[in-house]
């Protein structure tokens, strides 16, 4: 890592109080509604500290504090190229779809999976939990995972059984996922909203949501309840991306699909949550069954690979290209 890349991410981890015109009343304020981190601040809006009965001139000037701190401003493109070699991929545990991901997941990014239920959705989020924890020279980043669970579909027994493919202990697999399940959209939020010290502490480089749309979708009915839906949708996937860029994880979110009734000839589902989730997942992979127990994967958007297919398995062992049974 280069000095100026050290100097960065040194900045991130100072306490708030370290901030120029953040005093202790200040601070606790900010750590009450989720801003523990000086990352967090320097990414947030004026709005977001405001209406948590913050000062306008405070929050402003707090913001730029934190944002000088560290060091957000312009660069040119020759030096955007040295901060994003910190940019690791991680590895899925399955060469076909390595192959269609060009390496794996990318960190400070979102990776979104959708697709009908029983495509693998959740398997895929539970191996990435236990490849996270591989050395970078086996293609893992040797850190932890954050699991939320909405959809009650995480089993530690799943991770037992992954875990020894991959030369891992499983034990001491499970002791590095720090696991929480979701009872409903807001409950959802708020645990996002407090990940920042649960990250670092936890030495976690994987965030993932499955489903990040189930409880948004279930609540939120009727088409007069569409913009409150997608706003409150935005807010936290937006979230993610800050947290994502602040700490260098990768994000993996799960996405539900609906059925196209005016499709003709043809069975079309799309994934849930509209423009909202299409502009906000950097990666969006598509999973549908095959035929003998095969899961075909189908990347669709990607910011610099094209579109392709991947054949995988779901086995025992976990979820596998046929290169690797």
């Known amino acids: 890592m280069s000095s100026e890349q050290m100097e960065y991410y040194k900045a991130k981890y100072q306490a708030l109080e370290d901030l120029p015109g953040v005093g ?11 801003f523990r981190t000086v990352e967090t601040i320097a990414t947030a809006t004026v709005h977001e500290l405001v209406s948590a009965g913050i000062g306008e001139a405070t929050a402003d000037k707090v913001i730029s504090s934190a944002r000088k701190s560290m060091a957000i401003t312009f660069v040119r493109g020759d030096e955007l190229v040295k901060l994003r070699s910190n940019i690791g991929q991680l590895t899925t545990g399955c060469s076909s779809l390595d192959n269609l991901l060009g390496g794996g997941i990318e960190s400070q990014s979102i990776t979104e999976f959708y697709g009908e239920f029983g495509t693998g959705k959740s398997q895929i989020c539970q191996q990435l939990c236990v490849t996270v924890q591989l050395p970078p020279e086996r293609g893992g980043f040797g850190c932890g995972a954050l699991y939320i669970d909405t959809e009650n ?13 991959f030369g891992l ?13 979701a009872y409903t959209s807001n409950h959802q939020t708020v645990l996002l909203e407090n990940a920042d010290e649960v990250i670092k502490e936890n030495n976690i480089r994987l965030i993932v949501v499955d489903s990040v749309t189930s409880h948004f979708r279930s609540e939120y009915l009727g088409r007069e309840m569409l913009a409150p839906r997608q706003q409150e949708l935005n807010k936290h996937l937006h979230k993610l991306i800050r947290l994502s860029r602040s700490f260098n994880t990768a994000v993996v979110v799960t996405n539900q699909v609906m059925a196209q009734p005016d499709a003709f000839f043809a069975k079309v589902v799309k994934p849930v949550g509209g423009h909202i989730m299409g502009h906000t997942s950097h990666t969006r992979v598509f999973l549908r069954k095959g035929r003998n127990n095969l899961r075909i994967a189908k990347l669709v958007v990607s910011p610099f690979l094209p579109e392709g297919e991947a ?3 779901i086995t025992e062992r976990g979820v596998e290209g046929d290169e690797d049974i």
């Open 311 to 313: 054949p995988l398995r």
């Open 153 to 165: 579909t995480f089993r530690p027994e799943r991770i037992q059984q992954m875990a020894p493919r």
């Open 24 to 34: 202790p009343a200040t601070a606790s304020k900010l750590r009450e509604i989720g």
């Open 169 to 181: 202990d499983p034990e001491e697999t499970l002791k590095n996922i720090i696991f929480a399940e």
